[in-house]
């Protein structure tokens, strides 16, 4: 039970950290952190990230 809540409340830290990624993706990509990297590739095809990442259409008013 500790594991399952320690990892449930790390998992945001993890999005917040793939999202801050994603806007310097190249950057990021260029650096000697090869583990980091390969975590974060992981992380990004891993069923809980893909679960949070679906996109949506924009609201509109009067829609639905």
Do not use: I, N, T
């Not at 590739?41 to 891993?46: I, K, T």
């Amino acid at each position: 039970m500790l594991v399952a809540r320690h990892s449930q409340e790390h998992s945001g830290d993890a999005l917040r950290f793939a999202q801050a990624h994603q806007a310097g993706g190249a950057w990021f990509a260029a650096q000697p952190w090869p583990h980091l990297v390969g975590w974060l590739a992981r992380f990004e095809a891993s069923a809980l990230y893909q679960s949070v990442m679906q996109k949506h259409l924009p609201w509109q008013a009067g829609a639905g």
